[in-house]
């Protein structure tokens, strides 16, 4: 492959309605929150109707904790990290002699997050039903509710608004910070005031019953330690690990890690103050070695400090988590579109070679930035790497010269490793001519 590749005449799209399902709105992600709604939809219907949770008599106000109990159950549980791998390995256990059409559908496993969004704005969703119902029925005199037990829903309800508003994707995009506290924070502390709902809820609706006998019958006492121990299990492993830190220049740190050795295509968690922010890198394991790397380039406040000050030592929690380009064992050969540090998911792939690859990054003045030796480690595992100098050529058509790496290499697939708005224009512009396509989505 070479630079004049890059004047490639792309084709046409294909016909809107054949691309309909590429387009973002359509996407996997989305695709699994209207899943999610249509079900609880149905459920709504059930209870109206045949569920009879609404009558004359009183309110089945079990039925409606169960809702939320099962929907916030989902949204928690598909966030945890041996579930996501679980999902992975799964996924890529399908041989590339399965149909195409088949396994890149399958490869947009990572787009599973559509479960947590979909799951959690179901379960405020019945949680405000559940507190209205509640505040019905004191106040229309059927008794059983105390107003102790509806300021605690009320403080509960307040608490869970703000985790969904701080997710909104604009305002944790502007205030990632605020975002990521409020969803720990606020978070575990929702997580104490459903102990103490439940524990209420089931001593105020069955008056004169066996406290044990009651709660031996509650759903949400029995998946409540399950959630309790999954949102905890990632600080269980909370440790401070040594690190070695080279900074080739002021743009870049490459952080060796000894701890552990993780599989190509994981992240792992750091922080310099655990209580306080985390960030995830990309592992780059090297095959035959222990421990991996870490690249981090400036991009923040956060980052600028770790490069001009590097530590000894991080903290590293969880386990190490698998991501988008773990996907590229599902085909049989793989382009992968990377710029600036997004050579660090990319690199582990090309050491490992399990598929084969052909590589397009697109960065500014890679010896000078990131060092000659990470630069002749990728031309060793590749030699026909593009490696697109931006500060001698100008920025490239990235999407011309994916385009152009698929037509001649045959590649089943493109892998873009970049920022959010040129991953979702390559992703879009691969898909868009038939060409499967694939990019983290920035859903956390």
């Known amino acids: 492959m070479n630079r004049a590749e890059s004047n490639v005449e792309l084709p046409a799209k294909r016909a809107w309605w054949r691309r309909l399902g ?10 699994l929150v209207v899943l999610v709604f249509v079900a609880n939809i149905a459920m709504l219907g059930y209870g109206l109707n045949a569920g009879q949770w609404w009558t004359s008599s009183g309110i089945d106000l079990s039925a409606l904790s169960a809702m939320v109990v ?10 945890q990290q041996y579930l996501i791998n679980l999902l992975f390995w799964l996924v890529t256990r399908v041989p590339t002699t399965w149909p195409l059409s088949i396994r890149r559908s399958l490869a947009k496993v990572y787009h599973f997050g559509g479960l947590h969004s979909g799951g959690a704005m179901a379960a405020i969703a019945w949680f405000a039903v559940l507190l209205g119902s509640m505040i019905w ?16 829903g009320s403080g509960l309800f307040g608490l869970l608004l703000l985790v969904a508003i701080m997710a909104l994707p604009g305002i944790r995009a502007r205030f990632h910070n605020a975002f ?11 997580l104490a005031m459903f102990w103490a709902m439940t524990l209420l809820f089931a001593i105020e609706l069955n008056p004169g019953q066996a406290l044990t006998d ?38 870049a740190a490459i952080v060796r890690f000894t701890h552990h050795t993780p599989f190509a295509g994981s992240s792992t ?52 988590t698998a991501g988008v380009a773990h996907i590229e064992t599902l085909f049989k050969s793989v382009v992968y579109v990377a710029t600036g540090s997004g050579i660090g998911p990319v690199l582990p792939h090309l050491l490992a070679a399990q598929v084969p690859i052909r590589l397009i990054w697109s960065t500014r003045s890679p010896r000078d930035t990131y060092g000659d030796s990470l630069v002749d480690e990728i031309l060793a595992a590749q030699p026909d790497a593009l490696i697109w100098d931006t500060a001698v050529s100008g920025k490239p058509d990235l999407v011309k ?30 898909e868009g001519r038939g060409i499967a396509a694939y990019g983290a989505i920035w859903d956390s």
């Open 214 to 251: 009651v709660l031996s019958r509650s759903a949400s006492l029995w998946m409540l330690p399950v959630l309790t121990l999954s949102i905890a299990a990632p600080w269980l492993f909370l440790r401070k690990v040594a690190v070695s830190v080279v900074t080739p220049s002021s743009h």
């Open 70 to 79: 099962a929907n916030l159950s989902m949204a928690i549980l598909i966030r």
């Open 269 to 320: 968690a750091v922080s310099l103050r655990p209580l306080w922010e985390w960030h995830s890198f990309a592992n780059i394991p090297a095959p035959g070695q222990e421990g991996f790397r870490l690249i981090i380039s400036r991009a923040g406040d956060w980052t600028g400090a770790f490069i001009e000050q590097p530590p000894t030592h991080v903290w590293v929690k969880g386990i190490t």
């Open 137 to 152: 029925q004191r106040y229309a005199g059927r008794g059983g509710i105390s107003l102790a037990l509806i300021g605690l």
């Open 180 to 190: 990521e506290r409020t969803h720990r924070f606020a978070g575990w502390a929702a």
């Open 22 to 31: 590429t387009l973002p709105i359509c996407s996997h992600y989305n695709r």
């Open 401 to 430: 010269l994916a385009y152009a790496a698929v037509r001649s290499s045959g590649a089943e697939a493109v892998i873009c490793i970049s920022n959010q708005t040129l991953t979702r224009h390559v992703v879009e512009e691969m």
